[in-house]
């Protein structure tokens, strides 16, 4: 039954993505979003200042800070707000759910046949490379549809079990 719910759940957040669009719609402006919207509001800084009850410096300052990615939650929504706009947040998957699942799934089910080959191979039993990734898929699946937490689990000592690092850039913030 917990299976089922995760499936069913996967759905429902896929289809909640799927209504925020592409990543590329997200990505904010270059002079990011709060100087963007103000801009297009025609309203200054010192006018952005005074709704927000600061000085002008202070609101520069959060331009600049959402430009290199270092402005508070609580500060872009404040401004959001003053400008009477809202702020968005999203975690958007690289591609959908089931593809992070399925990559996640297919780097344990390779780690898993590969020793497994290995071993045949120390024991003069040779593994075609065909019948690896064959089993590579079907384990995969396997592992997908069971939605279990070991397949997040790294083996000790393992380096490539880490998450892939992604260039440090702004956040993905809509408004």
Do not use: F
């Not at 020793?115 to 191979?121: F, G, K, L, Q, Y």
């Not at 937490?149 to 000592?157: C, F, I, M």
């Amino acid at each position: 039954m917990p299976r089922r719910l995760g499936t069913i759940q996967q759905r429902h957040v896929e289809a909640q993505l799927k209504a925020l669009g592409s990543g590329k719609q997200l990505q904010p402006p270059a002079s990011g979003w709060v100087r963007t919207i103000r801009r297009a509001l025609g309203m200054t800084t010192a006018e952005l200042a005074r709704r927000l009850g600061v000085s002008r410096q202070a609101v520069t300052q959060l331009e600049i800070a959402e430009q290199r990615g270092t402005a508070s939650w609580t500060s872009l929504r404040k401004a959001a707000n003053a400008m009477d706009c809202d702020l968005a947040y999203a975690i958007l998957p690289r591609g959908s759910l089931t593809d992070v699942l399925m990559r996640q799934a297919r780097e344990q089910a390779r780690r898993h046949v590969e020793r497994s080959a290995h071993s045949m191979e120390l024991g003069s039993h040779p593994v075609d490379a065909v019948d690896v990734e064959l089993q590579v898929e079907e384990v995969a699946r396997h592992l997908a549809a069971e939605r279990s937490s070991a397949l997040w689990t790294p083996e000790p000592g393992d380096a490539s079990a880490r998450p892939a690092r992604r260039p440090r850039h702004q956040p993905r913030t809509g408004g």
